[in-house]
C-alpha cells in the first residue's frame, strides 16, 4: 500500500516513448520542484498486434503496436515519497 501511495498513474502517453523519455519529460515539466528519482517506470495498456495476445511482454518489446487500436498506453512512476506524488501531479 504505500508503493501505491507513491506511484504517479500517466496516460495517454505516445507508444514510441520509453522510459528515458517519460523521465525526461517529466523532469522538463517539474524543475527544480521536485528532484528525486523517478524510479521505476511501467508501462500498461500496450496495444499489440493479435499475434501477441499470448506474449504481450514480446510484442512490447518489439515494438509490434496494434495502432488502428489505440495510439498510447499508460505509464506508472514510483517517487521517492507521497507528498512527491502530490508535487509531481500539481506541475506536471
Same mark, same amino acid.
Given at each position: ?19 528515458? @523519455?517519460?523521465?525526461?519529460? !517529466? $523532469? &522538463? ?7 528525486? +528519482? ?18 504481450? @511482454?514480446?510484442?512490447?518489446? !518489439? $515494438? &509490434? ?7 498510447? +498506453? ?19
Amino acid at each position: 500500500k504505500a508503493r501505491e501511495a507513491r506511484t504517479l498513474f500517466l496516460g495517454n502517453v505516445p507508444l514510441d516513448w520509453d522510459d528515458a @523519455k517519460v523521465r525526461s519529460a !517529466l $523532469r &522538463d515539466a517539474v524543475g527544480d520542484k521536485y528532484t528525486g +528519482k523517478y524510479k521505476p517506470i511501467w508501462f500498461r495498456s500496450v496495444p499489440v498486434k493479435d499475434k501477441w495476445m499470448r506474449q504481450r @511482454k514480446f510484442g512490447a518489446i !518489439l $515494438r &509490434d503496436f496494434d495502432e488502428a487500436t489505440s495510439d498510447s +498506453k499508460n505509464a506508472y512512476v514510483e517517487l521517492e515519497s507521497e507528498e512527491a506524488v502530490n508535487i509531481v501531479r500539481q506541475l506536471a
